[in-house]
């Protein structure tokens, strides 16, 4: 099994600053195609998650460009440039190389 | 604008069989996947498996002797039965739809997935 294992779990982070959550894989998630099998979701208080990237750095139908993905190999990042407060909620990251496997979740909160 | 719901009893007894339905409505079953996943009281995600409108499934490799997904795009639905359920089975089970993502290297043309609509979930409690 592919384990995913995100930090810091909690990021408490002040509105108009930028914020960063790492996910790491315990394997490559390098496809043989040469593209990275890695999303990112966010849980919002209340809701059921919704995609914000997909295939490592494509953002999703509707996300705000100030939410960008980067990484490679077992190494990925997800980077807001300027917190808002409606960005409040639980970030995973997931792999789908082998099954699809999430990481435990990074909760940020406003300061 | 496709909307998932799940439905299903809120309350099982230890040992009992899991039946939740999802339904579709909004849009078309066809040529997608669709997922189940749970989130045991705060803690994080786990998919359990997904079927194509096909009828092909993929599951868990942690839950596949006990979960069987399924479809019946007629009715514009899919379901999850997860046998002999224990208290780690209590969550809120969500279902969802993996929408498909062409990559294209030649000759190779790969399909990548990922979850696009999500129902609301429905909440699982497993108590004798």
């Known amino acids: 099994d592919i384990v995913m294992t995100q930090s810091p779990l909690l990021l408490p982070v002040t509105p108009g600053e930028p914020a960063s959550i790492s996910c790491r894989s315990s394997?490559?998630?390098?496809?043989?195609?040469?593209?990275?099998?890695l999303d990112w979701y966010v849980q919002k208080p209340g809701q059921s998650p919704q995609v914000l990237i997909y295939?490592?750095?494509n953002r999703a139908s509707g996300v705000p460009d100030r939410f960008s993905g980067s990484g490679s190999g077992t190494q990925f990042t997800l980077e807001i440039s300027r917190v808002e407060a409606e960005d409040v909620g639980i970030y995973f990251c997931?792999?789908?190389?082998?099954?699809?496997?999430f990481g435990q979740g990074t909760k940020l909160e406003i300061k | 604008q496709v909307q998932l719901q799940e439905t299903g009893p809120g309350l099982l007894k230890p040992s009992e069989t899991l039946s939740l339905t999802c339904l579709v409505s909004?849009?078309?079953?066809?040529?997608?996947?669709w997922s189940w996943i749970r989130q045991p009281p705060g803690k994080g995600l786990q998919w359990m498996g997904y079927?194509?409108?096909?009828?092909?499934?993929v599951y868990n490799p942690s839950l596949k002797s006990r979960v069987t997904i399924s479809i019946d795009t007629s009715k514009s639905h899919f379901s999850l039965r997860l046998m002999s359920v224990t208290a780690a089975d209590a969550a809120i089970y969500y279902c969802?739809?993996?929408?498909?993502?062409?990559?294209?290297?030649?000759?190779?043309?790969?399909?990548?997935?990922?979850?696009?609509?999500w129902g609301k979930g429905t909440t699982v409690t497993v108590s004798s």
């Open positions: 079927v194509h409108s096909s009828g092909r499934t």
């Open positions: 969802a739809r993996d929408v498909s993502y062409p990559i294209v290297v030649p000759p190779t043309t790969y399909f990548y997935y990922y979850m696009d609509v």
């Open positions: 394997q490559s998630l390098l496809h043989s195609n040469g593209y990275t099998y």
């Open positions: 909004g849009g078309s079953m066809k040529n997608y996947f």
């Open positions: 997931m792999q789908s190389l082998q099954s699809y496997t």
């Open positions: 295939l490592g750095s």
